[in-house]
């Protein structure tokens, strides 16, 4: 079992920025691809941002140009960097790490906790 923990949510006036983390208690780097994902109030839960092993990366086209993923394999966490907040970009944001084989078979997929993420316009 892998536990992932996010930090870094809170209150921001629109336009400011927040940096998530996402710190896994082991290393990320057997996990084929990390990301994040949000749950606005009333929503399905959707994808933010995604980071494979390799460093591709890949957005939501709403985030796109304002928002960051990045990894740093050496402390096992993974990052987002939201600048410009909108108001529509509060939710809960999740942090995501699984594991696919060569074909595509999930054979490990976790899930943090969330932390909250408020925009006031």
């Known amino acids: 079992q892998v536990q992932l923990v996010e930090s870094g949510g809170g209150l921001v006036e629109a336009g400011g920025s927040l940096r998530l983390s996402c710190a896994a208690s082991?290393?990320?780097?057997?996990?084929?691809?990390m990301g994040w994902y949000r749950q606005a109030p009333g929503k399905q839960r959707e994808l933010v941002a995604t980071i494979t092993s390799g460093g591709s990366t890949n957005y939501a086209d709403s985030v796109k140009g304002r928002f960051t993923i990045s990894r740093d394999n050496a402390k096992s966490t993974v990052y987002l960097q939201m600048n410009i907040l909108k108001p529509e970009d509060t939710a809960v944001y999740y942090c995501n790490a699984e594991r696919r084989t060569i074909w595509g078979t999930l054979i490990e997929d976790y899930w943090g906790e969330g932390t909250l993420v408020t925009v006031s316009s």
């Open positions: 082991r290393s990320i780097v057997s996990f084929t691809g």
